[in-house]
């Protein structure tokens, strides 16, 4: 048999001993996510045997009316949170990228706080802000009771579309704009036609970033929520105090099968791969 | 020569403490193609991005055709600029790019489209305006960004470095084109550079700028020949730069002498101006001669009196250029003397050796006298 040559120092990938801790890597990362996707269609209340396929958990999940208000509340939220976030975020990046004003480090490095604040200490601000200082008025109609978790959420997510944004806008070429205002258009013109298109897969990104975050937020929604405005996460954790039943599964399987799809598509939009670099500030969360 | 079409008037621009350009007054005029030139951070850029509207003068005013636009922010000037980094927009086509400044100024589709191809086919570009600017190589590029100037037909055209990013041989080609270009289309032309190469062969009139300040302003020709400052004379192509005195001031001829140089230098014609200070002579490398020693008697071309313009020296350096080679030789001061020769054949280069003890000479009329 012939040899193949001696792995080269940065080749890796063919040196068995990365390949197995590359192994190990993918199975502690997703094994639990495969097992927990797979018990979702087993035939058994307990989740320890597999006793055969069913797909019965789906349609009781979808039957579950309370599981479903709660699904669509945090949708609701998502959504709302995530257009305000993306406003306010590329508002704040854009500013602290064009203007240079009296304070502009403080701003800086307070826009950075409720992302470095433990998810715990900012559930306990939140629930004493809307306990003492800006009550939200009970009993409002859907969907203004999720005004409290609304709020909240665009608090804590704002900042992460402010920082992908503005790294996306540290590589503009202030050139362009002067090109565009040199050619006759006008400040909002410029804002439109040269700036946004530069800023659009930052704003993609941070979209899906400000979603996600929202839509899986567990910690601070579980103090600012009340008994009429629970969230899908916080449904699930009701759920499991009793037992981890395979209902609580097939939840957990669809909101991963939809946090996938959703990034697949962002990631499709952007095109741009460098783009999504800034996402992964979402993981130090 | 034709009408005044930009003139500053005692304009100024500090940004803090700094003063970028100083009290500059300049006239440029219909149809020239005229270049601002000196060393980075001497404000020339600063001056056209004054004229293009980034910046706005301190003191001063601006006038375009008569008008004072100092305070029009730029997109109400008739001028458009080529950016140094071409700034095409990346996330549409050429031809969109191009036509860009005309959806701007709500020009009809019809009239825009006829245009932009019209742009398009001047600068070489006809037939690719559906590319996306990152399909395009870097000399493409900055065809797109002239087109998409020329296309809104500015009275002046502003190019920031244009040359600049582009390869030796690119570039080259590039100069040729830009020239033709301005002939064609009669628009006047004002290019900012670092390179004295570019704006000698370019322009039909230069601007030295030092340190915010105005140096000199005359034709490339004039610039090399008849510098105004030894800054000048040393910032344009190389010099040899001798200090000394007026030893004699007549209308028909001078002579300077200096420390530097065991013989007098002689020039055929009168200093004016001069105030018994000191005074330098200029001498290009290309003006002096080299000669063969054989001999004590030192050769004379002529029209200098004997033992003027000419000196001894030990060649100390050689550098082969091709077309021609430059040598520094040593002359009896220690001070070396940089003499540049054309390989007129093919041996040319073999004339002269290094250590080699040889002859300088030059004519009455090559030392260009500077007061400053």
Redesign the interface.
Known sequence: MSKRSAPGPLEYLRRWQMQAWLAAVAIFLYAPLVALMAFSFNDSRRNIVWKGFTLKYYDKLFNDSALLEAFGNSLTIAAVSTVLSLFLGAAAALVLWRFRFPGKTALDGALALPIVVPEICMGVAMLVFFARVMPWPQGLPWPLNLGAIIIAHVSFSFPFVAVVVRARMASF?R??E?????????EF?TIK??IL??MAPSLVAGALLAFTLSLDDFVITFFTAGPDTVTFPVKVYSMVRFSVTPEVNAASTVLIVLTVLLTAAALKLQGDPAATAGHGAGDAK | MSKPIITFENVSKRFGKMTAVDDVSLTIHEGEFFSLLGPSGCGKTTLLRML???ETPTEGRILIDGQDISNT????RP???V???Y?V?P?ISVADNVA??LV??KVAKAERDRRVEEALELVQLGGLGHRKPDQLSGGQRQRV?LA??LV?RPRVLLLDEPLSALDAKLREQMRTELCTLQEKVGITFIMVTHDQDEALALATRCAVMSRGVLQQVATPNDLYEFPASRFVADFIGSVNLFEGVLAVDEPSHAVIRSPDLPVDIFLDHGVTGARGGAVWAAIRPEKIELHKKDGDAAPNLGDAPKGTNAVAGVIKHEAYLGGSSTYEVEIASGRRVKVQRSNLTRWDQEDFKLGETVWLCWHACSPAVLLS
């Open positions: 070429n050139e362009m002067e090109a565009a205002r040199d050619l006759g258009a006008g013109r036609d040269v298109p530069h | 293009a509207g980034f922010p730029p997109n109400r001028v458009n600029m950016f140094q980094s700034a927009f996330h860009y400044g701007v100024d960004a998409r100037a809104k």
